[in-house]
């Protein structure tokens, strides 16, 4: 009954490769996002979906590129991985309408790109 | 890119309270201060927020002051479990309001000791 998935956990890597981690939430919520935390534990946003359509891009490299099947989930795929990539990245999802959007994060995804 | 300043770390006795200071001198009117925490290799929790007066929930209690240039988050009763990084975010509500950006800064680090 975990409110805010993510799979897999870790993935280690090859510099050049593309992955995907995917990210589901059972919230019934509008809006998702993708976090991303560096070794020195800043935590950046990087994306945000509403109702599927992207809300929020924060300059990211073109590289990364998110994708909405539907509300409850939001999948991020990563093209010629590089060292700089491994980080922490946690899914987030709110409620996205009114005041007091409280986000729900899962438990994040540990990339090493070696 | 945060508008909080935080201390780096603080230590508390285990069953005391914990009172976590926060300034935000430029926030806007109609902004929330928003409280997380991290605790290590897990996704940021939610703990409370509040836009002018004093919020309480069953985790902690949030004190504004009038001006609301400043904050204390307040666990009334620490243990352990408490022992995490604590993020205080002025949320940014851009989008019509269909989404939020969290900020995270680089949050207090929260000892609790036997």
């Known amino acids: 009954d975990t409110a805010v998935s993510q799979t897999p956990k870790y993935l280690v890597t090859q510099m050049g490769n593309d992955k995907s981690i995917k990210c589901e939430q059972n919230?019934?919520?509008?809006?998702m996002y993708w976090y991303k935390q560096d070794s020195k534990k800043f935590l950046k946003i990087m994306f945000s979906?509403?109702?599927?359509?992207?809300?929020i891009n924060e300059t990211v490299p073109n590289r990364f590129s998110p994708k909405s099947p539907d509300k409850a989930h939001l999948n991020l795929h990563i093209n010629s991985l590089e060292l700089g990539d491994s980080a922490v990245y946690f899914c987030?999802?709110?409620?996205?309408?009114?005041?007091?959007?409280?986000?729900?994060f899962g438990p994040g995804t540990r990339l090493l790109v070696l | 890119d945060a508008k909080t300043t935080q201390p780096t770390s603080m230590d508390c006795a285990e069953g005391r309270a914990a009172n976590l200071p926060c300034n935000h001198s430029?926030?806007?009117?109609?902004?929330?201060v928003y409280w997380y925490r991290q605790i290590h290799s897990q996704g940021p929790q939610y703990i409370i927020h509040g836009l002018k007066n004093n919020e309480t929930n069953e985790m902690a209690s949030l004190i504004i002051t009038e001006d609301r240039k400043s904050s204390t988050l307040i666990l009334p009763h620490a243990t352990l479990r408490d022992t995490a990084v604590y993020y205080c975010?002025?949320?940014?509500?851009?989008?019509?309001?269909?989404?939020?950006?969290?900020?995270f800064g680089t949050g207090t680090l929260l000892a609790v000791q036997p």
């Open positions: 975010i002025v949320r940014v509500s851009n989008y019509g309001g269909a989404t939020n950006k969290l900020i």
């Open positions: 987030a999802s709110s409620q996205g309408q009114g005041g007091g959007e409280t986000q729900y």
């Open positions: 430029t926030i806007s009117g109609n902004e929330y």
């Open positions: 979906y509403n109702n599927k359509e992207l809300i």
């Open positions: 919230l019934g919520h509008d809006t």
